[in-house]
C-alpha cells in the first residue's frame, strides 16, 4: 500500500491523532487536471483534508463533499470522499502560478483567497443531507478545516495539510495530519500540544525526509505511546461511468437532445472529478431518448 491513512489515540484517549500519506492521490490529481503549482498545492491540500475530515466523521456507505469558494485565481474546490478513504476533486482554474509567499512558499491563501467560504455535506443515507459552512479565515486551508471543525461541528482540533510541488509541477509529497480533543482532555496536555504544533516542520518536509504517517504522529507526540488503531489505504477515485452521464442526458428536455442529434450528429460528456470522456452516437441518443419515454 502506498498512500494510507493512520488513525491513533493519544494520552490514553484524551486526543485522536491522524495522519496521511496522499501523495499518490495528489499526484493523480494533478496529473488528471493538469494544475500548475499554486493550484497543485490548493487541490492537494483540499482532497488531504477532505480526506482526514472522512475519516473522522463517515461510517458504512456515507459520503461528504468539500466545496471551497474563495476569492482568489483558482476559484471554487469541490471535493467528493467516502469512509473507504476513496477521494476525487477538481477546481475551476487549473493553470495558476503565482510568485512565492514571503516564507519562500507556495502562496496557498493567494491562490485560494481569504474571502468566501468553506461548506460540507454530508450524506448520512438521511432524506436531506447535513450542511455546515463557515467563512474562510486564513485561505491557507488547513486552518480553515479547524475553524469548521470548532464552529461547526464543536470539536477543537488542529489540522496540518502539505503538498510539496517540484519546479515541473510534479508532485514529490502530500500529506496532513488532524488532531481531536475529547472530553476529558486536561489544560496541560492541551499546552503541550499547542507548543509542539509551534515548532513542528511541515508534513512535506517530514515526508521528504521519509518519515511514515506513524512517525509524523511520533514527532507530534515524542512523551507518550501513540496507540494506533487502524491502518486504511486511501486513493484517487472517481465513480464515474457512460450509464451514469447518459442517466443525466436522459432527464435533458426532448429539444436540447434533438438539438444535439441535428447540430452535433452525438454528444460528449467530460467528468469535471476526473477528466474521463464519453461519446455518445446520434443512435446512442435516440436510444437514450426512447428508453426515458418509456
Same mark, same amino acid.
Given at each position: 500500500?502506498?498512500?494510507?491513512?493512520?488513525?491513533?489515540? /493519544?494520552?490514553?484517549?484524551?486526543?485522536?491523532?491522524?495522519?496521511?500519506?496522499?501523495?499518490? *492521490? *495528489?499526484?493523480?490529481?494533478? &496529473?488528471?487536471?493538469?494544475?500548475?503549482?499554486?493550484?497543485?498545492?490548493?487541490?492537494?491540500?483540499?482532497?488531504?483534508?477532505?480526506?482526514?475530515?472522512?475519516?473522522?466523521?463517515?461510517?458504512?456507505?456515507?459520503?461528504?463533499?468539500?466545496?471551497?469558494?474563495?476569492?482568489?485565481? /483558482?476559484?471554487?474546490?469541490?471535493?467528493?470522499?467516502?469512509?473507504?478513504?476513496?477521494?476525487?476533486?477538481?477546481?475551476?482554474?487549473?493553470?495558476? %502560478?503565482?510568485?512565492?509567499?514571503?516564507? %519562500?512558499?507556495?502562496?496557498?491563501?493567494?491562490?485560494?483567497?481569504?474571502?468566501?467560504?468553506?461548506?460540507?455535506?454530508?450524506?448520512?443515507?438521511?432524506?436531506? +443531507?447535513?450542511?455546515?459552512?463557515? +467563512?474562510?479565515?486564513?485561505?491557507?486551508?488547513?486552518?480553515?478545516?479547524?475553524?469548521?471543525?470548532? &464552529?461547526?461541528?464543536?470539536?477543537?482540533?488542529?489540522?496540518?495539510?502539505?503538498?510539496?510541488?517540484?519546479?515541473?509541477?510534479?508532485?514529490?509529497?502530500?500529506?496532513?495530519?488532524?488532531?481531536?480533543?475529547?472530553?476529558?482532555?486536561?489544560?496541560?496536555?492541551?499546552? &503541550?500540544?499547542?507548543?509542539?504544533?509551534?515548532?513542528?516542520?511541515? *508534513?512535506?518536509?517530514?515526508?521528504?525526509?521519509?518519515?511514515?504517517?506513524?512517525?509524523?504522529?511520533?514527532?507530534?507526540?515524542?512523551?507518550?505511546?501513540?496507540?494506533?488503531?487502524?491502518?486504511?489505504?486511501?486513493?484517487?477515485?472517481?465513480?464515474?461511468?457512460?450509464?451514469?452521464?447518459?442517466?443525466?442526458?436522459?432527464?435533458?428536455?426532448?429539444?436540447?437532445?434533438d438539438d444535439m442529434i441535428a447540430k452535433d450528429h452525438g454528444a460528449q460528456a467530460v467528468c469535471h472529478f476526473c477528466g474521463a470522456k464519453y461519446d455518445y452516437s446520434e443512435a446512442d441518443l435516440k436510444q437514450i431518448m426512447k428508453e426515458a419515454r418509456a
Open positions: 500500500m502506498t498512500d494510507y491513512m493512520v488513525k491513533s489515540l /493519544v494520552y490514553k484517549g484524551a486526543l485522536r491523532a491522524y495522519a496521511v500519506d496522499a501523495t499518490e *492521490v *495528489v499526484r493523480e490529481a494533478q &496529473k488528471r487536471h493538469d494544475t500548475w503549482s499554486a493550484a497543485s498545492a490548493a487541490l492537494g491540500r483540499s482532497l488531504v483534508g477532505t480526506l482526514l475530515l472522512a475519516a473522522a466523521s463517515m461510517k458504512g456507505d456515507e459520503k461528504m463533499t468539500v466545496k471551497i469558494n474563495g476569492n482568489g485565481p /483558482v476559484g471554487g474546490i469541490v471535493i467528493d470522499a467516502n469512509s473507504k478513504g476513496e477521494v476525487k476533486g477538481y477546481l475551476q482554474h487549473p493553470h495558476v %502560478h503565482l510568485p512565492l509567499n514571503p516564507n %519562500h512558499k507556495i502562496d496557498v491563501k493567494g491562490a485560494v483567497g481569504t474571502e468566501g467560504f468553506l461548506a460540507v455535506t454530508k450524506d448520512l443515507g438521511l432524506k436531506e +443531507p447535513f450542511t455546515g459552512q463557515v +467563512p474562510l479565515i486564513s485561505g491557507e486551508l488547513g486552518e480553515d478545516f479547524t475553524y469548521y471543525l470548532a &464552529k461547526s461541528e464543536q470539536i477543537p482540533s488542529a489540522v496540518g495539510l502539505s503538498v510539496f510541488v517540484n519546479d515541473d509541477n510534479s508532485i514529490e509529497t502530500a500529506g496532513g495530519f488532524m488532531i481531536q480533543v475529547l472530553p476529558g482532555a486536561s489544560d496541560e496536555i492541551l499546552t &503541550k500540544l499547542e507548543q509542539r504544533l509551534a515548532k513542528l516542520p511541515l *508534513v512535506s518536509e517530514m515526508m521528504r525526509q521519509g518519515k511514515t504517517p506513524e512517525a509524523i504522529l511520533e514527532t507530534i507526540f515524542p512523551d507518550t505511546e501513540v496507540e494506533f488503531l487502524e491502518r486504511q489505504p486511501v486513493a484517487f477515485k472517481c465513480d464515474c461511468s457512460k450509464e451514469r452521464f447518459a442517466e443525466a442526458l436522459a432527464s435533458l428536455p426532448q429539444a436540447d437532445i
